[in-house]
């Protein structure tokens, strides 16, 4: 009886060309060149790279879209591209540059529209709707712009939401984790899996092999990381062994 | 004749062709878009090796923009004279004769049966699934998968998955090899099954 592998993704938050990655969305630091970068994740037996430009809606992105396509030249496995991307025009940019899917947030908040417009216009396997997460007075709340303006609206409203207008995966980051190292925020990912009808993404927090394997038991179809392999922490095989180790089914690359 | 490079790919009006460019690239081909029937004429189709047809979009849009251009009967004789073709997801349920995904859309009807709708956990399926098959070159591969449809049962079935319900992950029938997942997305172990087809 086959059944899907459980994915490990490794982001590259990118600013200006290169990687960056901050605690807390914040104090960016650069972590190296995003097409050498994203080769050698891919060596190392990840499953996607996500390419999440996060301070575009901050600034300009003007040449993100050569980045895009160096990368997506190099790779094998599936790309998907988010940040900065506000209209139906940016999403054709961006997958016309080379990326298999694009990831949607501040926008997909904005002009729910778009959700639907890009799921008809290319199918829901191209888009990924990215929510971050905070908690504010032990309540979920969605955020946008890079973590920075709260929004007011319940997460799991708005999952179901986007499943509704066509998404066909969410990555769904918990920034109170986020560059914390504490792992994963399991019981929001349970709570989530459990209801929802399309692959839900864990993210943030993570920054050891345990952490995947504590989020795929706690029910996710699939866990970003960023730091913890940049740092050169550990690599993507050594958490894919950890995994193989708990009996959780990974891709033989 | 070892040495042609070129792979004509049929554009099918759906969704970006610059993971296949990439790949078929990266495995030592040439790729060349064709748009309509007049881009391969008597002539200049013997300077193929083979043909792929890409497999992004909905069933009935790529009927449609094949019969528009003149590129389903391009398809239906290359099948015929039993060149060497290569479908990836609807480029393999087009050679069906109908889907659920649009129905009274015929579809090119070379091979017996229907797609439908898979019963699967989550919708779309995407992700990484190992073949069940007992041919060397794809039994037991890890490859990745992005669908909503299927063909279930049929008789040139090649391998198999299961997601929720089990389906065809293969066809192979005279010189058409094709792949319900994507191979040009599936590592090293999907460019090894795109060698095999094309060399």
Same mark, same amino acid.
């Given at each position: 009886?086959? &059944?899907?592998?459980?994915?490990?993704?490794?982001?590259?938050?990118?600013?200006? =060309?290169?990687?960056? &990655?901050?605690?807390?969305?914040?104090?960016?630091?650069?972590? =190296? $060149?995003?097409?050498?970068?994203?080769?050698?994740?891919?060596?190392?037996?990840?499953?996607?790279?996500?390419?999440?430009?996060?301070?575009?809606?901050?600034?300009?992105?003007?040449?993100?879209?050569?980045?895009?396509?160096?990368?997506?030249?190099?790779?094998?496995?599936?790309?998907?591209?988010?940040?900065?991307?506000?209209?139906?025009?940016?999403?054709?940019?961006?997958?016309?540059?080379?990326?298999?899917?694009?990831?949607?947030?501040?926008?997909?908040? &904005?002009?729910?529209?778009?959700?639907?417009?890009?799921?008809?216009?290319?199918?829901?396997?191209?888009?990924?709707?990215?929510? $971050?997460?905070?908690?504010?007075?032990?309540?979920?709340?969605?955020?946008?712009?890079? *973590?920075?303006?709260?929004?007011?609206?319940?997460?799991?409203?708005?999952?179901?939401?986007?499943?509704?207008?066509?998404?066909?995966?969410?990555?769904?980051?918990?920034?109170?984790?986020?560059?914390? =190292?504490?792992?994963?925020?399991?019981?929001?990912?349970?709570?989530?899996?459990?209801?929802?009808?399309?692959?839900?993404?864990?993210?943030?927090?993570?920054?050891?092999?345990?952490?995947?394997?504590?989020?795929?038991?706690?029910?996710?179809?699939?866990?970003?990381?960023? =730091?913890?392999?940049?740092? *050169?922490?550990?690599?993507?095989?050594?958490?894919?062994?950890?995994?193989?180790?708990?009996?959780?089914?990974?891709?033989?690359? | 004749?070892?040495?042609?490079?070129?792979?004509?790919? !049929?554009?099918?009006?759906?969704?970006?062709?610059?993971?296949?460019?990439?790949?078929?690239?990266?495995?030592?081909?040439?790729?060349?878009?064709?748009?309509?029937?007049?881009?391969?004429?008597?002539?200049?189709?013997?300077?193929?090796?083979?043909?792929?047809?890409?497999?992004?979009?909905?069933?009935?849009?790529?009927?449609? @923009?094949?019969?528009?251009?003149?590129?389903?009967?391009? !398809?239906?004789?290359?099948?015929?004279?039993?060149?060497? !073709?290569?479908?990836?997801?609807?480029?393999?349920?087009?050679?069906?004769?109908?889907?659920?995904?649009?129905?009274?859309?015929?579809?090119?009807?070379?091979?017996?049966?229907?797609?439908?709708?898979?019963?699967?956990?989550?919708?779309?399926?995407?992700?990484?699934?190992?073949?069940?098959?007992? !041919?060397?070159?794809?039994?037991? @591969?890890?490859?990745? %998968?992005?669908?909503?449809?299927?063909?279930?049962?049929? @008789?040139?079935?090649?391998?198999?998955?299961?997601?929720?319900?089990? %389906?065809?992950?293969?066809?192979?029938?005279?010189?058409?090899?094709? %792949?319900?997942?994507?191979?040009?997305?599936?590592?090293?172990?999907?460019?090894?099954?795109?060698?095999?087809?094309?060399?």
């Amino acid at each position: 009886m086959s &059944k899907l592998k459980s994915r490990v993704i490794v982001c590259l938050d990118v600013a200006n =060309g290169r990687v960056v &990655k901050g605690v807390n969305f914040k104090g960016l630091k650069d972590m =190296g $060149d995003p097409v050498e970068l994203a080769i050698n994740y891919q060596e190392q037996g990840a499953d996607e790279i996500m390419f999440l430009d996060i301070k575009a809606t901050l600034e300009n992105r003007k040449n993100a879209l050569d980045t895009v396509t160096n990368v997506a030249k190099n790779l094998s496995i599936p790309f998907t591209v988010g940040g900065g991307l506000n209209s139906y025009g940016d999403v054709v940019a961006f997958l016309d540059a080379g990326a298999d899917k694009v990831a949607l947030n501040t926008a997909a908040v &904005k002009t729910p529209d778009l959700i639907d417009q890009i799921a008809i216009g290319f199918g829901s396997q191209c888009l990924v709707v990215a929510i $971050d997460v905070n908690q504010v007075n032990e309540q979920y709340q969605v955020f946008i712009n890079g *973590g920075h303006t709260p929004t007011h609206k319940d997460p799991f409203k708005w999952i179901s939401e986007v499943e509704q207008r066509g998404a066909g995966e969410i990555l769904l980051t918990a920034m109170h984790k986020d560059g914390t =190292g504490e792992g994963f925020d399991n019981d929001l990912m349970a709570k989530v899996c459990q209801k929802s009808s399309i692959q839900i993404i864990a993210s943030g927090g993570a920054s050891n092999a345990q952490d995947f394997v504590d989020t795929f038991k706690a029910g996710s179809d699939a866990a970003l990381a960023a =730091g913890m392999f940049h740092r *050169g922490e550990t690599t993507v095989s050594k958490v894919k062994e950890k995994l193989i180790q708990n009996s959780i089914e990974v891709r033989k690359c | 004749m070892t040495d042609i490079k070129k792979v004509a790919v !049929i554009d099918t009006g759906a969704g970006n062709l610059f993971s296949l460019f990439s790949c078929l690239k990266r495995i030592g081909l040439e790729p060349v878009m064709i748009s309509q029937a007049s881009d391969i004429d008597k002539q200049s189709e013997k300077q193929f090796k083979a043909m792929v047809i890409p497999g992004q979009g909905r069933f009935g849009s790529v009927m449609q @923009r094949l019969n528009d251009n003149g590129l389903s009967k391009v !398809i239906i004789d290359w099948y015929l004279q039993d060149r060497t !073709i290569v479908g990836i997801c609807v480029g393999l349920q087009i050679f069906f004769q109908s889907s659920e995904e649009d129905l009274g859309v015929e579809g090119l009807g070379l091979l017996e049966g229907r797609v439908t709708k898979l019963n699967s956990p989550k919708q779309p399926m995407v992700g990484w699934c190992s073949l069940n098959s007992d !041919i060397p070159f794809l039994s037991d @591969r890890d490859v990745y %998968f992005v669908n909503s449809y299927a063909v279930k049962e049929s @008789r040139f079935a090649t391998s198999l998955v299961s997601y929720g319900d089990e %389906f065809s992950a293969s066809i192979q029938s005279k010189g058409l090899t094709a %792949f319900q997942f994507h191979p040009e997305k599936s590592g090293k172990q999907g460019e090894e099954i795109l060698k095999q087809c094309l060399n």
